[in-house]
């Protein structure tokens, strides 16, 4: 596993490191604290891209999906929602929940702050949850 990568679409808003050197652990971070870690189109795909290549690298144990910052993940960046949900939405392979779904490596959630909408569904997708006293979950689906 490289010690570090991400996609050219999203530069380093979404970190994949080993939790420390030579570790079987890896840490994805979601990377943009300034904006709550909302998410943007280019960055569900590298994150969707980053499980699929963890699940099929056989030097990972497990993975921590954590976000850098006060918020794990604020859900989809409204400002850019237009762009989020252009072209098929339901392509499994841009759509990190069903990539974490598929992952054989079990996932786990360090949340602290706040996981809203997408991101809430993100943490769901954890096979195991570790909240700190910080963490709000919350679906707006509901309002």
Do not use: Y
């Amino acid at each position: 596993m490289a010690a570090s990568s991400s996609s050219a679409d999203s530069g380093d808003l979404i970190l994949v490191e080993p939790a420390r050197p030579g570790s079987q652990v890896i840490v994805v971070t979601i990377n943009r604290p300034d904006a709550l870690n909302a998410l943007t189109r280019p960055m569900m795909v590298s994150l969707a891209a980053a499980f699929r290549r963890l699940d099929a690298d056989d030097g990972v144990a497990a993975v921590v999906l954590t976000g850098r910052g006060r918020s794990f993940c604020s859900g989809v960046d409204l400002k850019a929602a237009e762009e989020a949900f252009k072209g098929d939405v339901n392509d499994p392979a841009a759509n990190p929940v069903i990539q974490m779904e598929l992952c054989r490596k079990p996932i786990v959630g360090a949340v602290a702050g706040f996981a809203v909408t997408a991101g809430f569904e993100i943490a769901l997708a954890c096979d195991l949850l570790v909240a700190g006293r910080s963490a709000k979950f919350l679906d707006t689906h509901a309002k």
